[in-house]
């Protein structure tokens, strides 16, 4: 079955960096765009960034642009996210995310599975 | 950005209780909607996508409907597993994707 399993999260100060992890397993990882959503504390979900199967498109939300930075390595099933440059507002849960397109075709933008999620805070 | 606002932001029902919640966008979305379940301490979960099309191993006591900028989820009769919170989310405007405020779904 599809796995998704987040590491990498932890208590880091407002202005460094901290670089989250995803391992897929379960499903052929190469033909599918991969997302990051996160949730702060107690609040609704917010989109953070995709990457397209192969890697050569990747957007991002406007509250991360310019600060992180998706990517994957196709070989070892892994998705990756550095965060640079962390607030005290980027302090969340942290979930990897597969959308159902494939390919070519496109990312479909929705998200069919879900990691159990990697918590990030950003405190002094 | 595309801004969805779901109603109620919270609601008490019963069992075997028929609940409605609804989404609307602040412009129109062309039934590029997923709908998602998520229980305290857990990942969200896909129930629906395309606004109406259920996601494979979904009970089909979930169903949701709606066109242009509205947009409804039906639970036909709730069962103790189906509270949580809800959540709707666009796709129309990709790759700005935005997602509702949740609904919150209680036991009374």
């Known amino acids: 079955q599809v796995q998704l399993v987040e590491s990498g999260g932890g208590v880091v100060q407002p202005g460094r960096s901290l670089r989250l992890s995803c391992a897929a397993s379960g499903f052929t990882f190469s033909p599918y765009g991969m997302h990051w959503v996160r949730q702060a504390p107690g609040k609704g979900l917010e989109w953070v960034a995709l990457i397209s199967y192969d890697g050569s498109k990747k957007y991002y939300g406007d509250s991360v642009k310019g600060r992180f930075t998706i990517s994957r390595d196709n070989s070892n099933k892994t998705l990756h996210l550095r965060m640079n440059s962390l607030r005290v507002e980027d302090t969340a849960v942290y979930y990897c995310a597969k959308d159902p397109g494939r390919g070519v075709a496109g990312s479909r933008y929705y998200f069919d599975y879900w990691g159990q999620g990697t918590l990030v805070t950003v405190s002094s | 950005d595309i801004q969805m606002t779901q109603s109620p932001s919270s609601l008490s029902a019963s069992v075997g209780d028929r609940v409605t919640i609804t989404c609307r966008a602040s412009q129109g979305i062309a039934d590029s909607l997923a709908w998602y379940q998520q229980k305290e301490g857990t990942a969200p979960k896909l129930l629906l996508y395309g606004a109406s099309r259920l996601e494979s191993g979904v009970p089909s006591r979930f169903s949701g409907s709606g066109s242009g900028t509205d947009y409804t989820l039906t639970i036909s009769s709730l069962q103790p597993e189906d509270f949580a919170t809800y959540y709707c989310?666009?796709?129309?405007?990709?790759?700005?994707?935005?997602f509702g405020q949740g609904t919150r779904l209680e036991i009374k």
């Open positions: 989310q666009q796709y129309y405007s990709t790759p700005r994707i935005t």
